[in-house]
């Protein structure tokens, strides 16, 4: 008769047993590795899916794998998938993760694909289609040795409940490309603020929310100091506008010989400055009968890129003064109906030195 303590014992190994079968009835982790890859390069996504881990699988669904790999299957790599091999390279393992270095040996079909063409007498930029290529390729290499290219990867994989599955980490994926884009629109931003003075404090602002996800990029390490210059020139740009006078200012409606009553302006500009003027930008606003500003007009009398009769560059001098030729004026096309004859305030807006 058993005893109580001889049958726990009984149980105990029994149950034993059957655990070690249970877990040497799971392949290891290395050929895990290799039917995963297999049917990866064969487009089997369904199947390559089954190998990934749950942590993966609950970050892509199965229906977003498969369209994200639709155009994976690739006939040719069909035909020579016995030339497809996985070779471990090292293998560090524990109960729970295991980190396998591949060197992943697979048929170069470029270089074969690229052969058939030459010898078809077709251009290497165009397409031939696949199931036709991989027909040909087949019977070419029917009796030849098989081109071979091979690369180096690293692989982790978990156990899962016994069995091994291929860990993608495509969490960190999906971190990394919402980081990118987040990179892309704050970069976008910032180029988009400083296209004017007035933004440029807060392109920097943008360039720095760069630096907090990559301390690195480049863009906006260069981008802060641009920045900052452009601030210290708008800022030295603004100083000197004080010494630009803007004179003479007169706003009515004048006759063409195509139209009457024209809104127009004419005005004065003197550099009472110490340097040079290669641009003068004058803003005029247009007032109603109440005195509110209803339109603006911007114009650029002086403008370093324009040629004079002389064919100089028009520039602005120390004392210089400029003024239109008699007769002439400045249309103001857009100005509304509202607008009361003469109601008009008028500044300089920006200059550009030039030297």
């Known amino acids: 008769m058993k005893t109580p303590l001889l049958k726990l014992l009984l149980l105990l190994g029994a149950i034993s047993a059957l655990s070690a079968c249970d877990n040497n009835a799971f392949p290891e982790p290395d050929e895990v590795l290799s039917d995963y890859l297999t049917a990866v390069y064969t487009g089997q996504n369904e199947v390559?899916?089954?190998?990934?881990?749950?942590?993966?699988?609950?970050?892509?669904?199965?229906?977003?794998?498969?369209?994200?790999?639709?155009?994976?299957?690739?006939?040719?790599?069909?035909?020579?998938?016995?030339?497809?091999e996985v070779r471990i390279v090292s293998q560090n393992q524990s109960d729970s993760n295991a980190a396998i270095k591949a060197s992943i040996i697979l048929p170069d079909l470029d270089g074969m694909?690229?052969?058939?063409?030459?010898?078809?007498?077709?251009?290497?930029?165009?397409?031939?289609?696949?199931?036709?290529?991989?027909?040909?390729?087949?019977?070419q290499y029917e009796d030849l040795d098989i081109p071979t290219v091979y690369k180096n990867e690293s692989f982790q994989l978990v156990n899962e409940m016994g069995a091994w599955k291929?860990?993608?980490?495509?969490?960190?994926?999906?971190?990394?490309?919402?980081?990118?884009?987040?990179?892309?629109?704050?970069?976008?931003?910032?180029?988009?603020?400083?296209?004017?003075?007035?933004?440029?404090?807060?392109?920097?602002?943008?360039?720095?929310?760069?630096?907090?996800?990559?301390?690195?990029?480049?863009?906006?390490?260069?981008?802060?100091?641009?920045?900052?210059?452009e601030i210290k020139e708008?800022?030295?740009?603004?100083?000197?506008?004080?010494?630009?006078?803007?004179?003479?200012?007169?706003?009515?409606?004048?006759?063409?010989?195509?139209?009457?009553?024209?809104?127009?302006?004419?005005?004065?500009?003197k550099n009472n400055g110490d340097r040079l003027l290669r641009e003068v930008e004058v803003t005029v606003y247009f007032k109603n009968a109440s005195g509110t500003v209803i339109a603006e007009e911007r114009y650029r009398p002086v403008l370093g890129m324009k040629k004079s009769y002389s064919g100089d560059q028009v520039i602005l001098k120390?004392?210089?003064?400029?003024?239109?030729?008699?007769?002439?004026?400045?249309?103001?096309?857009?100005?509304?109906?509202?607008?009361?004859?003469?109601?008009?305030?008028?500044?300089?807006?920006?200059i550009k030195f030039a030297e």
């Open 234 to 269: 708008y800022k030295l740009k603004q100083e000197y506008i004080k010494s630009v006078a803007l004179y003479d200012l007169e706003a009515k409606f004048y006759t063409t010989f195509s139209k009457n009553k024209v809104p127009g302006v004419k005005f004065k500009i």
């Open 48 to 84: 390559a899916y089954e190998f990934v881990s749950s942590d993966d699988k609950s970050v892509k669904s199965l229906k977003d794998y498969l369209a994200e790999n639709k155009n994976r299957a690739d006939p040719v790599a069909k035909v020579f998938v016995d030339e497809f």
């Open 318 to 350: 120390k004392n210089y003064i400029w003024q239109m030729e008699e007769g002439n004026f400045y249309k103001a096309d857009a100005v509304p109906t509202e607008w009361k004859e003469g109601a008009v305030e008028a500044k300089v807006t920006n």
């Open 113 to 139: 694909l690229k052969g058939l063409k030459q010898a078809s007498g077709k251009p290497a930029d165009e397409k031939i289609d696949p199931k036709i290529a991989a027909q040909m390729l087949k019977k």
């Open 166 to 229: 291929v860990h993608l980490n495509w969490q960190a994926e999906l971190l990394q490309k919402a980081r990118e884009e987040q990179i892309a629109r704050l970069l976008a931003d910032a180029r988009e603020l400083r296209k004017s003075d007035s933004g440029l404090q807060a392109a920097i602002e943008k360039y720095k929310e760069v630096l907090e996800l990559d301390s690195n990029m480049a863009i906006a390490i260069y981008g802060i100091k641009d920045a900052e210059q």
